[in-house]
């Protein structure tokens, strides 16, 4: 079993930076792979990055690809993801996730979810 809880969100004009940060419980957190979602009001939620369980592995969306980048310390058990250039779209509660096979963008293949952190981006 592994739990997560987000945090760090916030409110920040366009052209900021947040910092978001996934702690986690459980001995074999390290053997996960953790992915970050978003979702908007009145949206799916959409994959947003993933960090393999070693960290040598990272896969971005598109939309915040260059701008955001997913690091992890196994000894704190945390997962960040950290956020640059945001945009007004970037607005959205962020969720991160957890399974213990390979990474996949998949919102269906994640096991354990955080309870989200508002992000919100004014223009």
């Known amino acids: 079993q592994v739990q997560l809880v987000e945090s760090g969100g916030g409110l920040v004009q366009a052209g900021g930076s947040l910092r978001l940060s996934c702690a986690a419980s459980?001995?074999?957190?390290?053997?996960?792979?953790v992915a970050w979602f978003r979702q908007a009001p009145g949206k799916e939620r959409e994959f947003v990055g993933f960090?393999?369980?070693?960290?040598?592995?990272?896969n971005y969306a598109d939309s915040v690809k260059g701008r955001f980048t997913i690091s992890r310390d196994n000894a704190k058990n945390t997962v960040f993801l950290q956020m640059n250039s945001l945009k007004p779209e970037d607005t959205a509660v962020y969720y991160c996730?957890?399974?213990?096979?390979?990474?996949?963008?998949?919102?269906?293949?994640?096991?354990?979810w955080g309870q989200g952190t508002q992000v919100t981006v004014s223009s």
């Open positions: 459980g001995r074999t957190f390290s053997l996960y792979t």
């Open positions: 996730a957890a399974r213990s096979r390979d990474t996949s963008r998949s919102r269906s293949k994640y096991d354990y």
């Open positions: 960090i393999s369980w070693s960290g040598g592995g990272t």
